[in-house]
């Protein structure tokens, strides 16, 4: 689909409850400013099935009337989006005892006039881009295990089997407060943009979903890449999001304004690596009832000291 401003994208998405789910928490909108700019959002809620679908509903939803309604920057515009979705989940947890601890994970990008495009990210949901052929991930997994990662506490081989790979360091929603990781991109004509839950990355590897990026339209990669989910097995929602920029897009070949990331660890940029350390063979998760739950939002302080524990564990299992 396309609106009214912008007419150099095409969009197209794709959600699915996979095979193995009763409720599909994923949720994901795309919407549009009075200035024509646009934003495009992913969810995916935890919390047991009532809380993770009730606070990834609420964080899409806030989030778009923020953005339609904002006279802000695109950076300053999405950013508060997201600060607003989690004031309105914290609320409404806080409120009924039933949907208490509920949260959800956001990728969003927000396009505007000129090739200025900003991505918010908050969780394990993420973000790529395929330029010239080469896919990247514009997000970092805000995850456990991807932390212990880049901090040198295990290997990545290590990462793709570890019992915690799924726990989250930030989430929407779960605290009074959250912070916002945010970054600039400058969009280039023939760029194809993915945003998605866990539920693809966690299972399609990035050779495949390159290949389906390159040879199909936005609505068809989408529900393609969905089918490949759950043709492995279907083990969680599945939610994917395409955007191609057209090869004639009125813009300039500008860098990047914040290059793509390097590593080799889960959630980590040039790298064939499964979301947050799984490989597609891995067994299917726990229970969809207790996997959301195990989920945790984790302060700074406790995730030191977790990581810190991580490493002397290390020492005495090798020494």
Same mark, same amino acid.
């Given at each position: 689909m396309s609106g009214n401003g912008l007419q150099w994208i095409e969009t197209g998405s794709e959600s699915h409850v996979g095979l193995v789910r009763s409720v599909n928490q994923d949720r994901y909108a795309e919407f549009e400013d009075g200035r024509g700019n646009r934003l495009l959002v992913v969810a995916d809620g935890m919390g047991g099935h009532r809380g993770g679908e009730t606070a990834s509903r609420l964080a899409v939803e806030a989030m778009g009337e923020?953005?339609?309604?904002?006279?802000?920057?695109?950076?300053?515009?999405?950013?508060?989006?997201?600060?607003?979705?989690?004031?309105r989940i914290y609320e409404c947890a806080g409120a009924d005892p039933e949907l208490a601890g509920m949260g959800t994970t956001v990728v969003a990008l927000a396009l505007?006039?000129?090739?200025?495009?900003?991505?918010?990210? #908050?969780?394990?949901?993420?973000?790529?881009l395929l330029r010239e052929g080469r896919l990247d991930a514009l997000t970092a997994d805000h995850s456990l295990v991807a932390e212990?990662?880049?901090?040198?506490?295990?290997?990545?081989?290590?990462?793709?089997?570890?019992?915690?790979?799924?726990?989250?360091?930030?989430?929407?929603?779960?605290?009074?407060?959250?912070?916002?990781?945010?970054?600039?991109?400058? #969009?280039?004509?023939?760029?194809?943009?993915?945003l998605?839950?866990?539920g693809l990355c966690g299972y399609v590897g990035d050779d495949e979903i390159r290949q389906v990026l390159e040879s199909e339209p936005p609505l068809g990669a989408a529900r393609i890449l969905v089918d490949c989910a759950n043709a492995k097995g279907g083990h969680d929602n599945v939610t994917?999001?395409?955007?191609?920029?057209?090869e004639d897009a009125p813009l300039e070949a500008a860098p990047l304004e914040a290059p793509p990331l390097e590593g080799d660890g889960?959630?980590?940029?040039?790298?064939? #690596?499964?979301?947050?350390?799984?490989?597609?063979?891995?067994?299917?998760?726990?229970?969809?009832?207790?996997?959301?739950?195990?989920?945790?939002?984790?302060?700074?302080?406790?995730?030191?000291?977790?990581?810190?524990?991580?490493?002397?564990?290390?020492?005495?299992?090798?020494?």
């Open positions: 923020v953005f339609e309604r904002s006279e802000e920057s695109l950076e300053q515009a999405i950013r508060s989006a997201v600060e607003t979705a989690n004031e505007g006039e000129g090739g200025e495009a900003w991505v918010a990210h #908050v969780g394990d949901s993420r973000l790529y212990m990662h880049r901090q040198g506490f295990i290997t990545a081989e290590e990462a793709q089997v570890h019992p915690r790979r799924n726990e989250l360091t930030r989430s929407v929603g779960v605290a009074a407060g959250v912070e916002v990781e945010i970054s600039g991109v400058a #969009v280039r004509p023939g760029d194809r943009f993915l998605c839950s866990d994917a999001q395409v955007v191609a920029i057209a889960p959630g980590e940029s040039g790298k064939s #690596v499964p979301s947050k350390g799984r490989a597609p063979t891995d067994p299917p998760d726990p229970a969809p009832a207790t996997r959301g739950i195990s989920r945790l939002a984790l302060t700074g302080s406790v995730l030191a000291g977790l990581l810190a524990a991580a490493a002397a564990l290390w020492v005495l299992l090798r020494g």
